[in-house]
């Protein structure tokens, strides 16, 4: 399982949004009613589980639906805040949210370029990449922390071939496995 270069568990766990915290909307659809956002089974546990240990939770999702005016960012901020309400329920909150609402190839931000990471670890103190893993459900997620020197997690079927350190069922399994033994 990716552990960092020191052998440690990571003290740092980007989670992509849509697919891994939350259910994704169907291919080619976005997210534009706080209503519409439902967490996945495990998720707000798994976030819990991080924030209890003292490890930092920072969510960096590519919101193309914006570039293209099919989502306002006034109805993206209103998700992130029910997202954020859905997660404080539970006891479990992040502790940096990156957004890149660019279209393809536009910037240096969209996932999977290594700009949201690379963002995160300039504004929050004491975070080194190499001590973090991306966690996310697409093979984008595992490059952008590939290119950011992190570790990465892809959330897939089991035997989904994919170029991540692990594949594994869901984001509980995944904190599971990366925290175990501490």
């Known amino acids: 399982m990716p552990r960092t270069r020191e052998g440690k568990s ?5 989670l992509d949004r849509d697919g891994t915290v939350n259910a994704a909307p169907p291919p080619g ?12 089974p495990g998720a707000a546990e798994a976030v819990r ?14 919101q193309r639906g914006v570039a293209r005016g099919l989502v306002t960012p006034g109805e993206l901020a209103a998700v ?5 309400e859905l997660l404080g329920a539970e006891g479990a909150h992040w502790d940096g949210y990156y957004v890149c609402p ?19 670890a300039r504004d929050i103190p004491r975070l080194s ?5 991306m966690i996310g459900d ?20 089991p035997g989904t071939p994919s170029a991540a350190d692990r594949v ?9 496995i990366l925290t175990e033994g501490e």
């Open 10 to 14: 990571p003290a740092t766990f980007f």
């Open 49 to 62: 589980t991080l924030n209890r240990s003292g490890r930092r939770v920072v969510v960096v999702t590519n």
């Open 102 to 120: 660019h279209a393809e190839n536009s910037c240096r931000c969209r996932k999977p370029r290594p700009g949201l990471l690379e963002a995160a």
């Open 138 to 157: 697409s093979e984008s997620d595992v490059a952008a922390g590939r290119a950011a020197g992190c570790r990465t997690v892809r959330l897939a079927p």
């Open 168 to 176: 594994v069922a869901d984001l509980r399994s995944a904190v599971r």
């Open 80 to 84: 992130e805040r029910r997202l954020a």
């Open 129 to 133: 990449l190499p001590d973090a893993v």
């Open 29 to 40: 659809l976005y997210l534009t009613r706080p209503e519409e956002l439902r967490l996945l």
